[in-house]
């Protein structure tokens, strides 16, 4: 499967990176593809390194004015012109989508992701991994938006909120991965 993960490009701690390694030593064990914004800093060299340690491919999607950061030993490098081109490149090639915790970037990322979704624009399966409960405020306030009325789409056709890689790549991998 070619997995699709948002996450931050900043250095984190323990709590952050273990997690993060440990995710992406599933997909490289179950022979995925990651599909990532290519570059080599924070959480996302955490999880190219460990997918590739473990044998998975590495795609990349980089940003012309970031291309200079991009990994250099991926599978896969494509460079787009600007971020829209690069989220759009990133979800064409994916199967589905992990946010991971993540800054401004990531939620940007997700929050695009979601709306496309929202519109019918693509099907993919949406995981937010809730490492630390980083994203407990987000799931609140999604769950409001819902309860409120302002989600035209129930909730859980839009994301599944997982607590562990274990349990993102087990819905991944089940019936809502093969929609
Ligand atoms: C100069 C240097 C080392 C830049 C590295 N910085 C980055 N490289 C690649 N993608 C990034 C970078 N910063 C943000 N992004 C994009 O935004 C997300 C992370 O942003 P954030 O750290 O959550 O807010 C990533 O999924 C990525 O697609």
């Given amino acids: ?26 997909l490289g064990k179950g022979g995925h593809t990651l599909v990532w914004g290519g570059s080599e800093s924070g959480l996302m060299k955490v999880v190219a390194d460990g997918v590739r340690r473990s044998g998975g491919r590495l795609v990349g999607v980089s940003v012309d004015f970031l291309a200079q950061v991009a990994r250099a030993d991926a599978d896969e490098m494509v460079v787009t012109r600007d971020l829209a081109e690069r989220k759009a490149e990133l979800l064409a090639r994916a199967d589905a989508v992990v946010i991971m915790v ?34 407990d405020g987000l799931k609140q306030q999604f769950r ?22 274990a349990g993102a790549l087990e819905y991944l991998l089940g019936p809502a991965g093969s929609r």
């Avoid at 070619?2 to 992406?24: G, K, M, Q």
């Avoid at 409001?144 to 890689?165: I, N, S, T, Y």
């Fill in 144 to 165: 409001r938006m819902e309860a409120e009325g302002f989600l035209p789409v129930p909730l859980a056709d839009l994301v599944f909120f997982a607590e562990d890689g």
């Fill in 1 to 26: 499967m070619n997995i699709c993960v948002f996450l931050s490009a900043a250095d984190l701690d323990e709590r952050y990176t273990r997690p993060a390694r440990e995710f992406a030593e599933l």
């Fill in 102 to 135: 993540g800054g401004a970037g990531t939620l940007d990322e997700a929050t695009e992701i979601l709306e496309l979704k929202k519109h019918g624009k693509h099907t993919k399966p949406v995981v937010l991994l809730n490492t630390e409960g980083f994203y």
